[in-house]
């Protein structure tokens, strides 16, 4: 007879990424996603949850904190703008025996009105492991500032010079 397995739903739900289909002998189609345990956007002294499905409104000051319920060994938390590039950024890593904690800080405000998403990974391949060397796929949750998106700088054409 089977039997039913219970399974933790992660708080943001991971976003299979090109780099994941293009990995043919990777693990990454049966891993199951990073187990978040709570993912938060830092304002201040206020922390503000962030949205299991779909795209959290954040302030361009933010920052961010997501706490996993496994020790990673090679986690790493980014980033990355509407084009896909990373943020300049600081953050720091606390692991415990069964937890990790990421924080991040952009090292600028972001782009009022800009879509972001928020990423961890692995530092060595797509995927994020344990000490026993259990593998985790990516869990990525998206961002949009509020505010108006500036607008685009005016160039101003140059004449030709009068002599």
Request: a neutral charge.
């Amino acid at each position: 007879t089977p039997t039913a397995t219970p399974t933790a739903t992660p708080t943001p739900t991971p976003t299979p990424t090109s780099a994941d289909s293009a990995d043919a002998g990777s693990a990454t189609a049966a891993a199951p996603p990073v187990p978040v345990t709570a993912a938060v956007v830092l304002v201040g002294a206020q922390e503000i949850p962030m949205a299991r499905d779909g795209t959290t409104l954040v302030d361009p000051v933010s920052s961010f904190r997501l706490d996993v319920g496994a020790h990673l060994t090679d986690g790493r938390l980014a980033l990355h703008d509407e084009q896909d590039a990373m943020i300049a950024s600081s953050g720091t890593t606390e692991v415990g025996s069964s937890w990790t904690r990421y924080r991040l800080v952009p090292d600028e405000p972001l782009r009022p009105g800009s879509d972001y998403v928020l990423l961890l990974d692995g530092t060595v391949t797509r995927e994020a492991h344990d000490p026993s060397g259990r593998a985790y796929a990516p869990v990525a949750v998206k961002l949009k500032t509020t505010g108006e998106r500036p607008a685009a700088p005016v160039k101003k054409k140059r004449g030709k010079r009068r002599r």
